[in-house]
């Protein structure tokens, strides 16, 4: 199962989206024989990653100690399947021609 070559092109080409934006694209195969499969979906994943650094400075034993600490972030807001075509059972079958 599986197609040959495939890919999907998303409007924002960028790929960053912001809450509440409505995310558009297609799908587009090339494929020249019958396929059998269970579903087509897409995954959604949307997260946010950050990373920053501070200096903190003390005092040692009378010297001046600075040292750098790096801070990192992650949140995830989505991770969804949505399936497009069919589900995770039966089959179904696609024939594309030229």
Known sequence: MGFDEGQIVLDNPNGTY????????????????????RGIYVTF???CKVNWTTRETRRVNGR???RMKIHK?????????I??????SGT??????N
């Open 73 to 81: 972030s992650y949140e995830e807001y989505c991770n969804e399947k």
């Open 83 to 88: 399936y497009l075509v069919g589900s995770e």
């Open 45 to 47: 994943l949307g997260y």
């Open 18 to 37: 912001y809450a509440g934006q409505t995310i558009r694209g297609k799908l587009i195969f090339q494929q020249d024989s019958v396929k059998a499969f």
């Open 92 to 97: 179904y079958y696609l024939k594309f021609t």
């Open 64 to 66: 001046t100690v600075t």
